[in-house]
DNA sequence: CTCCCTTTGAAGAGA
DNA sequence: TCTCTTCAAAGGGAG
């Protein structure tokens, strides 16, 4: 199914971050093809992430049978999750999506991707809860390939002790039960799936992404770090991840194929063709994917009821944040230009902003710049990032990658001349100083 | 070694 | 209520 302009609705909420598919170009088009609004599209998604939630009884009409399947896919899900907390070994046992929808997903969840541990940790636990940064969430684990049954869960670790501190009493009574899917080799066997058979290429050139493996190959290759050197640091408290959301569940799920496909290694790159993929996605399949989502929520906060996402704040970025504070001490000031100008005065943009980088003139100006650069932004241009090169290569050079976004640059240029700038095909996407001629050329043409 | 980049979506904070 | 910010994954690139 071609796409449903279930890309452009988003945008009204989305974030100052202008994405490419905003604006691409035949949306004027594809909005009036299936007579959907922004707002409609607002709703669509909402009721994608709610319908199941809020009223399943509530079945659209238009895909009552990948409704039937979520529900489906719900109520087995309930049911496990009440395994789940009765005894965290049955759960494994079988497939979580069994008959329904999700059958095929490829996601494998075999380790707990909420609990990040920095470093190979000390805890006292003495069952090992080596928590890969990158392990794979909670839910696709019960999706094994094949549906072939973890043999291994009764020797899953649980979580460690300080994390159930953390969670209280509440969550203490939970925890002891709680699925011990929680292993997993960093960067997991989670992208690489069964049904990723389906890329084309049979690609070879995914080092990063190891072939299916079995619970016991991957669980031995998991426990491996703990008994290596690190483990006499501090003890760190494990960060309880946030759940992925439908984008990020649909990343990881796909992410493999089109490394394999695009042979792109740069994340950056790639997650822009992800993006444009998922806005071409139909609304079933992205039904899918909020189904998941919802459930990774439901069963986070099974999980961890008194977690916050809050408790994960300044984790992270903690330092670009204080740097910007430090550069842009008014709380007032707008922090970029976008957020001063607004997209309807994007030539008033400086140049990172129009790149969608980070704004060089009201994070250090902290708005007090008296008059915008001029309309090409140039002065203050910085080249741009190898990830907007990569974004070219993959438009000229990756034909599997192009399909959902041939015609988004079109329509980039139309509606959002830096976007277009970025979405500029460069043939031989060898010279940054070319890109940035070309991009500049076209903000202006679009201005 | 650490941060950046890039994507969408969820959640929290603040106005 | 609305807007803005942060974080979730990923891994190459840059400093």
Redesign the pocket.
Known sequence: MPQHN??EE??L??????????DEGDQEEKIQENAFTESDLADL??S??NESEINPANTPVDHPEAIRRAQDAQRVYQEKLSDHMEDGIKHQEEPMYKGSGYSSNPFLMLSD??L?IGSVSTLSSKVPVVQ??????PLTPLIPFNNEPFSHSSHSPHLPADLNQKQGAHRSSQTPDIPPFYSIP???V??ISPSMGCVSSPSTKT???PPPQTHTHTYTTFLKPHSEPKKEKEPKKP??????????LY??EM?AKV?AECTL????????I???R??ALSREE?AKY?EL??KE?QLH?QLYPGW??????????????E???DSSSD??S???CR?RFGLNQQTDWCG?CR????CIRYLQGQGRCSSPISSDGSAIDSP?????LL?SIENSACSSCTLTNTDDSAQSEKNFPS?AS?EAKIPGHKSLVSLLDLEESIAVKAT
């Open positions: 279930s890309g988003d945008d909420g989305a974030s100052d971050e202008m994405i490419a598919f905003k998604k909402s994608l992430v991707p909420y990040s890969p940064s990158h392990g794979v969430h960093p960067g997991g989670g992208q080092p990063t992404h960060t309880i991840k946030k759940p992925l959301n439908a984008f990020m990343m990881k992410r490394i290694k740069e994340s950056a790159a790639i997650n822009q992800l993006g444009r998922w806005h992205q909020y989502a919802r929520r906060m916050s996402a809050r408790d994960n704040y300044g984790k992270k970025k903690r330092r670009t944040r740097k910007n504070q709380p007032g707008p922090k970029k957020a990172p790149r969608k980088k980070k741009p990032s190898p990830v907007n974004q976007s970025e």
